[in-house]
């Protein structure tokens, strides 16, 4: 089966631009977490969304933004790009909410380059 | 504050030389605690979920336990295929009742043939 689905893999924006990731869910799963992976701090939780609610939020300024379409598929916004923005971003779904279960799975992430 | 360290940072092993990573968490409501395996350029692979002290997972050549306090992960006689980064996360549950999985920085481990 499908997995997690990240676009786009690779992208190069300039300071002050805004920039979209979205991010498919595997079939069948509800819940979908953003995080952000940087060399320094490492996987840092950016929030969840579950039947198109955000039910958790990171700490991270409010330039990042997200929503969950009804389809289950997410889209993450950063505005006004910043240096230090450039990160991996990484989708990931689960079947529920706070689920435990067999974890979560991961896309391939978005590597974002801000220059 | 909810923490995970991962030590050592990095480790290098020989082909078949077995070893331990560590994972020693400080979290209010520990709900489970995940082992991933990440490749470069790669989103992280689940490898095991433990939800109390005691428990033990095994995959091949990995073995995963929990403490109280901390996980080890035990690679037994790794092969170069098993260099990877190794991510530990806890999820935790706050007094509001909001779930979210908090990471440590992961052990590189580079196995040599």
């Known amino acids: 089966k499908a997995g997690v689905t990240q676009t786009p893999r690779y992208l190069i924006k300039t300071r002050g631009q805004q920039v979209t990731l979205s991010c498919s869910p595997i079939?069948?799963?509800?819940?979908v977490s953003w995080y952000q992976q940087t060399p320094g701090q490492g996987l840092q939780f950016l929030f969840e969304?579950?039947?198109?609610?955000?039910?958790n939020k990171g700490n991270f300024p409010g330039r990042f933004s997200g929503r969950q379409f009804s389809n289950s598929r997410s889209e993450m916004n950063v505005s006004t790009l910043e240096l230090g923005d450039s990160a991996l971003y990484l989708c990931?779904?689960?079947?529920?909410?706070?689920?435990?279960?067999?974890?979560?799975?991961f896309g391939s992430g978005t590597r974002l380059t801000v220059v | 504050e909810d923490q995970v360290t991962q030590s050592p940072e990095a480790l290098r092993l020989q082909e078949g030389e077995s070893s331990s990573l560590n994972c020693s968490y400080t979290?209010?409501?520990?709900?489970?605690l995940f082992w991933y395996r990440q490749d470069p350029g790669k989103g992280p692979e689940f490898l095991f979920t433990?939800?109390?002290a005691g428990e033990e997972k095994e995959k091949e050549r990995l073995k995963a336990t929990l403490t109280k306090k901390e996980s080890f992960l035990h690679i037994t006689a790794p092969k170069p295929e098993d260099s990877a980064t190794y991510l530990c996360?806890?999820?935790?549950?706050?007094?509001?009742?909001?779930?979210?999985?908090?990471f440590g920085k992961g052990t590189k481990l580079t196995v040599n043939p």
């Open positions: 079939s069948g799963h509800r819940s």
């Open positions: 979290v209010s409501g520990l709900r489970g």
């Open positions: 996360a806890v999820q935790n549950q706050d007094q509001g009742g909001s779930e979210k999985l908090v």
């Open positions: 433990l939800y109390s």
């Open positions: 990931a779904s689960s079947l529920a909410y706070q689920w435990t279960g067999n974890g979560y799975t």
């Open positions: 969304y579950f039947s198109e609610t955000q039910r």
